[in-house]
């Protein structure tokens, strides 16, 4: 069982930077596909950035291409969103997921593929 743990979020102007946590428990965050997710408000979960285990294969949703970035540090066992050139319609509540992957270079956006999830943290971008 891995528990996941959101930090970094809060009320920012537009044209403003965030830099999102997620802090992993357990020995096996090495063997983990980390993603991010976002719920706006009145809106379904979609993805914005997921990271393979090894940290070589990234992949964005278009929307955030260019302005976030996603990294680990397995030897910390923290995934981050670093968030630049935040827009309103970032808004919502972040969630970072974790799924088990036997491949060091395997990253996934679809969120069936994530077996653990954090409760997330909420983001406002004013305008």
């Known amino acids: 069982q891995v528990q996941l743990v959101e930090s970094g979020g809060g009320l920012v102007q537009a044209g403003g930077s965030l830099r999102l946590s997620c802090a992993a428990s357990?020995?096996?965050?090495?063997?983990?596909?980390m993603g991010w997710f976002l719920q706006a408000p009145g809106k379904e979960r979609e993805f914005v950035a997921t990271?393979?285990?090894?940290?070589?294969?990234?992949n964005y949703a278009d929307t955030v291409k260019g302005r976030f970035a996603i990294s680990r540090d397995n030897t910390k066992n923290t995934a981050y969103l670093q968030m630049n050139s935040l827009k309103p319609e970032d808004t919502g509540d972040y969630y970072c997921?974790?799924?088990?992957?036997?491949?060091?270079?395997?990253?996934?956006?679809?969120?069936?593929?994530?077996?653990?999830w954090g409760r997330g943290t909420q983001v406002t971008v004013s305008s």
């Open positions: 997921a974790a799924g088990y992957s036997r491949y060091n270079s395997y990253a996934s956006s679809a969120a069936n593929r994530y077996d653990y």
């Open positions: 357990g020995p096996t965050f090495s063997t983990y596909v």
């Open positions: 990271i393979s285990r090894s940290g070589d294969t990234i």
